[in-house]
């Protein structure tokens, strides 16, 4: 199995990045798919999830109105579109792959490999 996340970068306060993962060797559309990010010095968080068919998501506080999650189960790709990003986005964004909805980081079963997100002020 094979996660591939790619889309970070480099963006002013304000700015917008959309994240996406594909995925391969798993049966996509039988697993919810999460983000989480870490920042230096912090835990892995619960970002945002959204359900096998896509028909659900799940955010954290913190990102509540300002990301998107939306998936392709034909292309077994899923997205974080990120808008009004803010200086405390920064950190290190990973794709997760579980059975069930979750947002504890030792429930997921597959990770990406993590791309960044920096965002200046």
């Known amino acids: 199995v094979q996660l591939q996340a790619s889309g970070g970068g480099l963006v002013q306060a304000g700015g917008s990045l959309r994240l996406s993962c594909v995925a391969s060797g798993l049966t996509f559309s039988r697993y919810y798919m999460g983000w989480f990010r870490q920042a230096p010095g912090k835990e892995r968080e619960f970002v945002a999830g959204?359900?096998?068919?896509?028909?659900?998501?799940y955010y954290a506080d913190s990102v509540k109105g300002r990301f998107t999650a939306s998936r392709d189960n034909a292309k077994n790709t899923v997205y974080l579109q990120m808008n009004n990003l803010k200086p405390e986005d920064t950190a290190v964004y990973y794709c997760a792959a579980t059975r069930s909805v979750n947002t504890t980081p030792s429930q997921y079963h597959y990770w990406g490999q993590g791309t960044q997100v920096t965002v200046s002020s």
């Open positions: 959204i359900t096998h068919g896509g028909s659900s998501t």
